[in-house]
């Protein structure tokens, strides 16, 4: 049998070598019964070694070939790199493999009771081989324990509606998920479906996972987390299936939380941070769950809004991208909002792109919200405040809009502009609008900003937005400027030297106005006016009026009155035409003229 034979004895069914087997000798069993407890010390095997029983090595061993045990292996063995031998036993225990669980991952078999076996072992690294594991009912995972998938050839696949969530988790801490594809691609739930849910949740770690619907799965939600703390969602995909209803991530009530490095394909909404006003779960006040962080995530081909702020408090978005808003109805793709009131506050988006979308940043019926170095590019309108107040954006590109760059609306004071850019303006389109659909906008500012291009009017106030502000540094090139308020603040003034309305009528003087462009034309009084003088002025040489003749009766010096405008002053430099078609009794006047600077 082995050569020498002094090197071993044969008792019963034992084979036992007196000393170790070196490397140039050969061990060959053959045919002898043997069926145990071999290999008692250091023997190397050229070739191929079948146990039809347990195999017990007690010191280092060697196999050249397949070794084949039929029976338990009993041993430590030394992991490559490492310097411990352990039992295999406990080796294969540091990961439970679902498929030791019964999992069969066929795509056809239910494996739902398997994992939740293998989830519920105790062990801290449950691991889920490739393959289609069909869930028929939700799956909980323990406090402390990882559930690893092997990447996109993973799959858990919701089969029934009492799998509407495939994961849902109730005050679990420390856990987390990675590496697996989720699959809601059904139609018979009709009620809220989401890949994974959270409540009251802390620490819960999700990573490169996969939330998919490939047919037209009605409120499919990637991730939904509910008054949960300090959470990471982390390079999530989303495809939220033909339809577009559907949320790839839904924060409410959370404290603490990010989102980032993650993209959303065809959702209805992308990107969702709300407060409890607006949620059906949770208990937490606004002021309560704040601080959630959005960064480098991406939103593509979106119904309504790609990310949303509503009723939240403390979160920012930085560094991320929404393209191609595909509803009819798509609103802003960024969104601060508080459906209520003035109470969303301390909200901040900073370095976003908006791309091709309906309106690429918006602000309503909040406070105290900051839009800073952003951009869009393709919009109907690039920034629309609807109802809010003390916001800033500053710093902005808007570029290639059809409707209006900024746009006013509904009560919103006490907003500041700064450092914005449009251009490539569309035929139509209006630079800054205060639009006739808002009243008391009033007491906006603006500084530092560029209106280049030909929009149809570079600057529209509606009547009874009062008091808003325009600084020097807003300048226009040539566009038309439509202002039917008459308390609007401009930075350049011009007057016309004193007339005496009791000795001048008709042609009262004539002031060139280089480099403005005029928006209002005002009488000033500077000595008590009596009688009933009428004025007017307009632009020497085309007759254009800008103000039509306009009776002022019996006004005390220090009277201010703005001429009631009927055309738009289009362009700079022009010759300034100041006219008094009927004298008064006695008084003097100055003409004043307001506007912008000429681009």
Known sequence: VQKPTTDFTVSGSTLTLTSGASLAQVLTVRNIGVTRDILADSPSIAGDLTVGDDLVVTDDASVGGDLTVTGAIAGNVTSTGSTTARSLATRFADVVNVKDYGAVGDGVTDDTTAIQTALDSGEARVFIPEGTYNIATTL?????????????????KSTSASAVRIIELTSKTNVTISNIRFDQTRTDATNYKSSIQLFTCTSVKIEDVWSVSSASTPDHTGVFMVDCDDCVVDNLYFDGGADMNAYAVNITGCKGCRILNSTAYRPNFGFVITGEEVSERGSRTNE??????????????????????????????????????????????????????????QNIIIGCTAKDVVTGFGMQ?????????CSVMGCEIGVLILGANRSVVNGMLIRDYSVAGINLRSTSQNNHFEAITMEEPGASAIGIDIHTLATNCD????????????????????SGNDNNVFDIGVKISDNTITDESTSTIYPISVNTPEIDISSITNTAGSLITRGMNVVLAKVIVTEDVTGSPTFQCGIVGNNALIATAQTISNKSAGNINTL????TLTGANKIMHCRV??????????????????L
């Open 288 to 345: 309560e769950a704040f601080g959630t962080i959005v960064s480098h995530c991406t939103v593509r081909t979106f119904n309504k809004h790609a990310f949303d702020i509503n009723c939240a408090t403390g979160t920012t978005i930085t560094g991320c991208t929404a393209e191609n808003c595909a509803g009819d109805d798509g609103g802003p793709a960024f969104q601060i909002k508080h459906p209520t009131g003035d109470e969303t506050r």
């Open 564 to 567: 009631t405008q009927v055309a």
């Open 581 to 598: 078609p009927t004298a008064g009794s006695a008084g003097k006047v100055i003409f004043q003229y307001d506007g912008l600077s000429q």
């Open 365 to 373: 019926d909040g406070s105290n919200a900051q839009f800073i170095g």
């Open 140 to 156: 909980d995972i323990p406090s402390n324990v990882q559930l690893i998938g092997s990447g996109y050839n993973t799959v858990l």
């Open 443 to 462: 007491k906006n500012t603006f500084d530092q900003i560029a209106v280049l291009g030909s929009p149809d009017v570079g600057i529209k106030i509606a």
